[in-house]
């Protein structure tokens, strides 16, 4: 009988070597969070629509980069996909430094994923490597401590996020590009040191479909809400506040932080509440709080609300991972993982251009108000689907039996 030590030791390492790429990835994508709108808005002179047709341009592209390497993980390898993909976004950081024309703006954007869909701590930029990173993370973590594991890595991931935000201060915002590619690849070499055992997934064939169906839809709803405005926040206090680079990122570095910090209590959360409770508690809060962002005339309340609901926002997403992939067969979640970010990022897209049309046109108070509704109605279909008890739910697998 095999020792199963080696194994062990293997997953330790694996996670550690997954724990460095999150690291520098999230410090780059800290410093092009703030540094992009600016660079497009100020620098480059370009309106607010501009900016969001390149967030819905690189949104649509993270969702085909994102379901593509779904199917390569199961299919193909974990290992070779997730160095490959991790390469994008200091190839695309790389291309902005080098050129200011739209021609290749776009693309680099595109191939980085520059949806900003997310907060700091959900790791927004460089998307297309989330289904990955998770899938790998999924297969070294036990799986009773899933939950934790994606608490820990999403609370690493907002607070060096937070301090690359933060650090994107010492640079001017062309030169911020520069060193977020430095940075950003220098976890990707670690890579060829991970072991992680592949999946048998076939293609054409997902056996947790039905499940994977009503994250799907939850997440499609997730993703136009969040396209409506979560990209324009930094926008929003451009235009509207007029506040400059150096004090924004203050804000943001503030605001990742305590997004940071609320994801460390998604276990407790998850224990005391359960997944749809943790959802409904902690969204329909946030909820709240965006939908009246547009109407406060404070400019010290309007920097409240922004630094406070990313908290509340993202405080369950932990939850929500490690639910998809516990209601999944093991050979299917890449492409779980892929399709839900396809319907999330495809809808996001759809909000953001929604979006800019409307802020171009100074309808500001729209997006936040819908926003509102729609994430109510999403908040309702997590209830009718997944029920409200604390423990697992039992979910339909794909030929009508349950999964315990």
């Known amino acids: 009988m095999s020792n199963p030590a080696p194994i062990q030791k293997y997953n330790r390492n694996g996670i550690l070597l997954i724990a460095v790429l999150r690291i520098t990835r999230s410090i780059a994508a800290g410093m092009i969070n703030v540094a992009f709108p600016y660079y497009i808005l100020t620098r480059l002179g370009y309106g607010v629509f501009v900016v969001g047709l390149i967030y819905v341009s690189a949104t649509i592209a993270t969702a085909v980069l994102g379901f593509s390497a779904g199917i390569s993980t199961d299919i193909w390898g974990k290992r070779g996909t997730l160095m490959i993909a991790s390469a994008f976004l200091p190839l695309s950081a790389l291309l902005i430094y080098l050129s200011s024309s739209l021609w290749v703006i776009f693309p680099a954007a595109m191939i980085g994923g520059y949806s900003a869909t997310g907060s700091l701590a959900g790791g927004g930029i460089g998307g297309a490597v989330q289904p990955i990173q998770s899938t790998v993370l999924a297969t070294l973590a036990p799986t009773a401590q899933r939950t934790r594991y994606f608490s820990l890595f999403t609370f690493m991931s907002g607070v060096t996020a937070a301090f690359g935000a933060l650090l994107s201060k010492a640079f001017d915002v062309n030169d911020i590009f520069l060193v977020a590619a430095i940075i950003s690849a220098a976890g990707i070499p670690g890579l060829w040191k ?211």
């Open 194 to 404: 991970l072991k992680v055992a592949d999946s048998k997934g076939v293609i054409g064939r997902l056996k947790t479909k039905r499940t994977i169906g009503k994250f799907t839809i939850t997440g499609m709803l997730n993703g136009f809400s969040q396209g409506l405005v979560v990209p324009f926040l930094i926008p929003f206090f451009v235009l509207v506040y007029h506040v400059p680079k150096s004090q924004m990122a203050e804000y943001a570095f503030i605001g990742g932080i305590l997004a940071s910090f609320a994801l460390l209590g998604a276990p407790l959360l998850e224990r005391k509440f359960g997944f749809v409770r943790s959802m409904m508690l902690t969204r329909g809060t946030g909820l709240l709080m965006y939908t009246i962002f547009p109407v406060v005339t404070s400019l010290p309340l309007a920097v409240l609300i922004y630094i406070l609901a990313p908290s509340l926002r993202v405080a369950a997403l932990p939850i929500q991972q490690s639910e998809l992939t516990k209601r999944v067969d093991e050979d299917e979640m890449g492409r779980a993982l892929g399709i839900n970010q396809v319907a999330r990022l495809a809808a996001s897209s759809t909000g953001t251009g929604l979006s800019g049309y409307l802020m171009e046109s100074a309808l500001f108070e729209i997006p936040f108000f819908a926003y509102g509704l729609i994430m109510a109605a999403n908040l309702y279909l997590y209830f009718r689907f997944f029920g409200t008890g604390k423990g697992a739910v039992p979910v339909d697998a794909g030929n009508g039996s349950e999964i315990k």
